[in-house]
């Protein structure tokens, strides 16, 4: 919503009421061909964790990939609504949230109405395929811990928070294995690789939401 003027961002907001989600609730299911609402994602106010969804692709091997992380602002489920496809992943809340669940119809108008929302939904888009193509790049080229290291600093400058005692929060509860799943390794392999960080003092593990204690550090870990 950063991108949009703030009659636009008013007018978006008022296309569908918002609803009270928590943790742990899935809001679209991957390969659902009913349904195609788009959902635009809020922090409650007054509450310290964002807005935060995962968005997790189960492939038929019987594996996962984690696709991406939206937070406050976003928007999730637009493709479906675009292209009126089947869901292609499943995406699941990670913080107590507020939603705006908007009608697909109802969504596209309002992009008609406003070219600039067109546009900022593109640039939405293309900023998740940077993030999905800097994923594939690092996999082929880097080892596991610099995959690792990759990623919480991208995730850490996006949805971070600098913390009182000069560290940074991640800004987003991430198990082993949905970093794992992020870059494409096996858990184990993302634990050997958390434990060296801690062990070089680029992070505190110590807890889900990880605190980044040298950024730097970690950037230019090889």
């Avoid at 007018?11 to 989600?21: F, Q, T």
């Avoid at 593109?122 to 998740?128: E, H, L, S, V």
């Avoid at 290291?149 to 991640?170: C, Q, T, Y």
Wanted: aromatic share 6%; net charge positive; proline share 5%.
């Amino acid at each position: 919503m950063d991108r949009l003027s703030p009659e636009e961002r008013a007018e978006l907001l008022a296309l569908a009421p918002s609803s009270p989600r928590q943790a742990g609730e899935p809001l679209i299911y991957q390969g659902d061909r009913e349904r195609s609402e788009v959902f635009l994602l809020r922090s409650i106010p007054g509450q310290r964790l964002t807005a935060c969804v995962k968005v997790t692709a189960y492939l038929e091997s019987g594996g996962a990939a984690m696709l991406g992380i939206r937070v406050c602002g976003d928007v999730v489920g637009e493709l479906a609504a675009l292209r009126r496809q089947p869901r292609s992943a499943m995406v699941t809340t990670c913080s107590p949230m507020l939603v705006h669940v908007i009608r697909a119809q109802v969504f596209t108008d309002f992009l008609d109405r406003h070219p600039a929302a067109w546009n900022a939904l593109a640039r939405m888009i293309a900023d998740r395929l940077d993030w999905a193509n800097r994923r594939r790049t690092d996999f082929a080229q880097f080892s596991v811990p610099v995959r690792v290291a990759n990623v919480l600093v991208e995730i850490s400058g996006r949805h971070g928070a600098d913390r009182v005692d000069g560290k940074r929060d991640l800004g987003v509860d991430l198990t082993h294995e949905e970093i794992a799943n992020l870059v494409g390794a096996r858990k184990d392999a993302v634990f050997k690789a958390i434990r060296r960080f801690k062990d070089l003092g680029l992070i505190d593990p110590s807890h889900r939401r990880k605190i980044v204690i040298d950024p730097i550090g970690l950037a230019n870990f090889r």
